[in-house]
């Protein structure tokens, strides 16, 4: 089976008159492969993986800000740092992991439509929680790069304020929790307009 274009006309007659796999000629190869990506079938399945990935995103990010939490609850040697920079790192991924597939959702015409979420309640309660949680993540944030630049330099860390992070830290994990219910909700149409 031939997935980008190839016919059962003989050489030089492929989708639009082109050979089905034309050297230098890598615009048409792209344009073969969008047009494939978009039928209704390929729509689908790059639907469900998008979807699924939003989802793994989810259940990366939540155990990794629980276990940024206790690294932060715990001692702050450079064993304990560095368990703390792990787990920050893998939250780092997944956030970026979700907000990729949740623009690719919404706004790819993926799923419901654009039209569905913007009219939807419940869609605004999600984006603030997820606003909530990238300001509260500032402060984290801007503390741990700190705290790597300073042990590349060989100095250790002043870690005095990692009780508030700690606090931080749970306060983002709760309202992920509940973005979580909201989408779901969402997802079934309550919330609509």
């Not at 089905?20 to 729509?43: E, M």
């Not at 939540?62 to 276990?67: D, E, G, W």
């Not at 304990?80 to 787990?87: D, K």
């Not at 979580?180 to 919330?191: E, L």
Request: hydrophobic share 55%; aromatic share 12%; net charge positive.
């Amino acid at each position: 089976m031939c997935f980008l274009g190839c016919s059962s006309a003989p050489f030089g007659a492929g989708t639009f008159g082109v050979p089905p796999f034309p050297i230098g000629h890598s615009r048409i190869l792209l344009a073969r492969l969008a047009l494939r990506l978009t039928s209704h079938y390929n729509r689908r399945v790059l639907s469900a993986i998008v979807s699924a990935l939003h989802v793994l995103a989810v259940a990366i990010g939540l155990p990794s800000v629980f276990l940024r939490a206790r690294a932060l609850r715990g001692t702050l040697d450079s064993t304990g740092r560095r368990r703390l920079f792990a787990a920050d790192n893998v939250w780092g991924v997944a956030a970026i992991l979700f907000v990729v597939t949740g623009l690719l959702r919404a706004f790819a015409g993926l799923e419901k439509g654009t039209a569905f979420y913007l009219a939807s309640h419940l869609f605004w309660t999600k984006m603030t929680l997820f606003v909530a949680i990238v300001l509260l993540e500032i402060w984290p944030m801007t503390t741990f790069i700190r705290w790597r630049m300073q042990e590349r330099r060989g100095q250790s860390p002043d870690t005095s304020r990692a009780r508030a992070l700690y606090i931080v830290n749970h306060v983002q994990m709760a309202l992920a929790v509940v973005m979580v219910f909201v989408a779901a909700f969402m997802a079934r149409g309550f919330g609509a307009r």
